[in-house]
C-alpha cells in the first residue's frame, strides 16, 4: 500500500443527543461477560455483544476525494484494525481482540492515487498576512495568559543568568505575550 497519511478524529462519547438507530450487535472482544455481584453492585450482568450509541468520526487525507460520506459501519476498535493492517500489512494474526479483528478498516477511503493539492481556504483565522498594530495591542485572553503563566513556570527552570525577569503579570497585549512567549521558547531550546 501507498505511503497515506490518514489523521482520525473520534469522538469517545456522542454528546446525549437521542439516536433513533439501534445500537447493532457486534462480537464480544474476548469471551469475557461481565456476571455482576447484586451484593457490591447494582450494575447488571453484560455480555459485551452490542456497541453503543453513535458517535461522529471525520477522516482527514489528502488521497480521500473532497466530499466523500462513508456510510459503512465502523466502531472505535477500527482505529486499532485499520493502523494494524496499514502497519503490518504482512503479518497474520496481528489483532488484539475478535473486536478489531472483525472491525471493518478505514483504507477504503484512501482512493486516490495522488494526493490532492488543492488549496484549501480556512477562512479568516487562516491569514497569511502578519497581524497589524491594532491587532498587537489587543488585550490579552484568559487562555492567552495561560499561556504566559506557564511560561513564567518554565522559564523558573532556567539558570538564574538566562531568566528574562519578566513579570508576566505585566504582560497584557498581543505583542507583548507574542515576544515574551517566543523569548522563553528561544532559551528553552537553545
Same mark, same amino acid.
Given at each position: 500500500m501507498r505511503n497515506s497519511t490518514l489523521f482520525v478524529i473520534v469522538y469517545d462519547e456522542h454528546g446525549g443527543f437521542y439516536d433513533h438507530v439501534p445500537p447493532p450487535a457486534i462480537v464480544n472482544p474476548d469471551g469475557i461477560e461481565w456476571a455482576g455481584d447484586q451484593?457490591?453492585?447494582?450494575d447488571p450482568p453484560f455480555n459485551f455483544t452490542r456497541l453503543g450509541v453513535r458517535v461522529p468520526a471525520i477522516l482527514i487525507s489528502p488521497y480521500i476525494?473532497?466530499?466523500?460520506?462513508?456510510?459503512?459501519?465502523? &466502531?472505535?476498535?477500527? @482505529?486499532?484494525a485499520t493502523t494494524l493492517k496499514l502497519l503490518l500489512p504482512?503479518?497474520?494474526?496481528?489483532?488484539?481482540?475478535?473486536r478489531d479483528k472483525q472491525a471493518n478498516t478505514f483504507e477504503a477511503n484512501l482512493a486516490r492515487q495522488q494526493p490532492r493539492t488543492d488549496k484549501i481556504d480556512l477562512g479568516?483565522?487562516?491569514n497569511e498576512e502578519p497581524p497589524t498594530a491594532a491587532q498587537l495591542a489587543q488585550p490579552i485572553n484568559d487562555h492567552l495568559k495561560a499561556q504566559v503563566q506557564q511560561a513564567a513556570?518554565?522559564?523558573?527552570?532556567?539558570?538564574?543568568?538566562?531568566?528574562?525577569?519578566? &513579570?508576566?503579570?505585566? @504582560?497584557?497585549?498581543?505583542?507583548?505575550a507574542s515576544a515574551y512567549l517566543q523569548s522563553v521558547y528561544d532559551k528553552l531550546h537553545s
Open positions: 451484593a457490591t453492585t447494582l476525494e473532497p466530499g466523500t460520506i462513508d456510510h459503512r459501519l465502523y &466502531d472505535h476498535a477500527s @482505529i486499532i504482512d503479518v497474520d494474526d496481528t489483532n488484539l481482540t475478535l479568516a483565522g487562516a513556570m518554565m522559564e523558573q527552570t532556567l539558570p538564574p543568568a538566562q531568566r528574562s525577569g519578566t &513579570d508576566p503579570t505585566k @504582560i497584557t497585549t498581543e505583542e507583548q
